[in-house]
């Protein structure tokens, strides 16, 4: 099992599998996916799609539970990168971290996948967003930790604060806000700044809500 490093690198960095047929194999899966749903996608479907063979789709996903996780590390290394662009121009991490919250859940209700998964084939994806989660978890946790370490090591953020603990506290709020949206909490834009302000900015200063 690769570790929480592996996990990460390989999601920021593409790691070993980012060559072009993996990449296509994923293309071809994403697209079956939204069309007809990963349970009626079968692996020749996606050889059909991608153009390539049986026998490659199968060396590089041994299974269909393999090219759904695939699919689904690729789509969060791709979220990663639009919440970089999102927030760079940011100048503080109290403004990255507001504005990042925000863009979170925007991106997750208009993830197109991730919303037929949740409905569609709730089946499918449960697994993979509950007991099966911890690999895209902990890429999310090293993802923001490693924010947190460099905003401290420039004096932007406590000393004193563990990044891994407040990343993980962060990490399982926004994913429990993804998974079951309605409630007291507000998710359009501003709402979602107003509360990151109100109650989540205290957490990376080591006090409570202000």
């Known amino acids: 099992m690769k570790s929480d490093d592996e996990l990460l690198r390989s999601l920021l960095t593409g790691g070993p599998e980012n060559e072009p047929q993996t990449d296509r194999i994923l293309d071809a899966a994403l697209r079956s996916f939204e069309t ?45 990168a639009e919440l970089d662009d999102a927030v760079a121009a940011l100048s503080t991490l109290e403004e990255r971290l507001v504005e990042g919250f925000a863009v979170t859940l925007r991106i997750s209700r208009e993830q197109r996948l991730l919303s037929r998964l949740m409905v569609v084939e709730p089946e499918l994806f449960l697994p993979h967003s509950t007991i099966k989660a911890g690999p895209l978890l902990a890429a ?22 563990d990044p891994e603990v407040v990343a993980e506290i962060l990490v399982r709020l926004t994913h429990s806000l993804v998974l079951t ?25 080591g006090g409570g809500p202000g």
Request: proline share 7%; net charge positive.
């Open 36 to 80: 007809y749903g990963p349970r009626r996608t079968t692996m020749d479907d996606v050889a059909r799609e991608s153009g390539l063979g049986r026998a490659t789709i199968y060396r590089r996903f041994p299974t269909k539970g393999d090219l759904v996780t695939g699919v689904l590390l690729r789509e969060a290394r791709r979220f990663f």
């Open 181 to 205: 949206p309605e409630g007291h909490i507000p998710l359009d834009d501003e709402g979602a700044r107003t509360f990151a302000r109100h109650y989540l900015l205290p957490i990376i200063r």
């Open 140 to 161: 999310a946790r090293g993802y923001l930790a490693g924010r947190l370490r460099t905003a401290q090591r420039l004096g932007a953020a406590p000393a004193g604060v």
